[in-house]
T-cell receptor, first 115, second 114 residues
Framework: KQEVTQIPAALSVPEGENLVLNCSFT??????LQWFRQDPGKGLTSLLL?????REQTSGRLNASLDKSSGRSTLYIAASQPGDSATYLC??????????????FGKGTKLSVKP | DAEITQSPRHKITETGRQVTLACHQT?????MFWYRQDLGHGLRLIHY???????NKGEVSDGYSVSRSNTEDLPLTLESAASSQTSVYFC?????????????FGPGTRLLVL
């Protein structure tokens, strides 16, 4: 059964810092991996999706990498801003049929960017 | 713009009552999902559907049911609400025919069972 761990659970940084959020997963048989952000009391917003055949994806100040064989993904945020404060969730999608073929979520990293 | 909506956004009910949460998407996606989010557990899959008339159980399906009669809607029914079902419920959808399957989420429904 896939297990997803996100470290650290919480992170506080001053504005302008570059930062890395980590995600590890136990089963490398994944179809893709998606990164989301969640603001307090809101739904999830998709940030980036990396296919299993890709090594990285970029969107603006965000860059996500995937090392499927070692079961790791990182989300790099450049020049952080207070508006980046949110909880960030990673979710690999299993390359199986049935329930394990869906997204499995980590518990997230709560990011706070101080002005 | 295409979107996914949930109603109601907040609901208070009593133990033993039947409750239905609505989910409607205008993306024309074939896949739809229901999750619950609880402190300490993260997001867990309740039920999912890969197309009209298709429904499947997820990780935490006991006490819940879904039916899919059209592409746009996947209502979630709590047959007899229990206090353990107090949670935030999220609906999501994705399209598998493109091979990308980005999943999009609704705003959530906060359910309190007294």
């Amino acid at each position: 059964k896939q297990e997803v761990t996100q470290i650290p659970a919480a992170l506080s940084v001053p504005e302008g810092e570059n930062l890395v959020l980590n995600c590890s997963f136990t089963d490398s048989a994944i179809y893709n991996l998606q990164w989301f952000r969640q603001d307090p009391g809101k739904g999830l917003t998709s940030l980036l999706l990396i296919q299993s055949s890709q090594r990285e994806q970029t969107s603006g100040r965000l860059n996500a990498s995937l090392d499927k064989s070692s079961g790791r993904s990182t989300l790099y945020i450049a020049a952080s801003q207070p508006g980046d404060s949110a909880t960030y969730l990673c979710a690999p999608k299993g390359n199986y049929g049935g329930s394990q073929g869906n997204l499995i979520f980590g518990k997230g990293t709560k990011l706070s960017v101080k002005p | 713009d295409a979107e996914i909506t949930q109603s109601p956004r907040h609901k208070i009910t009593e133990t033993g009552r039947q409750v239905t949460l609505a989910c409607h998407q205008t993306w024309n996606h074939n896949n739809m999902f229901w999750y619950r989010q609880d402190l300490g557990h993260g997001l867990r899959l309740i039920h999912y559907s890969y197309g009209v008339h298709d429904t499947n159980k997820g990780e935490v399906s006991d006490g819940y049911s879904v039916s899919r009669s059209n592409t746009e809607d996947l209502p979630l029914t709590l047959e007899s609400a229990a206090s353990s079902q107090t949670s935030v419920y999220f609906c999501a959808s994705s399209e598998s025919r493109t091979g990308v399957e980005t999943q999009y989420f609704g705003p959530g429904t906060r359910l309190l069972v007294l």
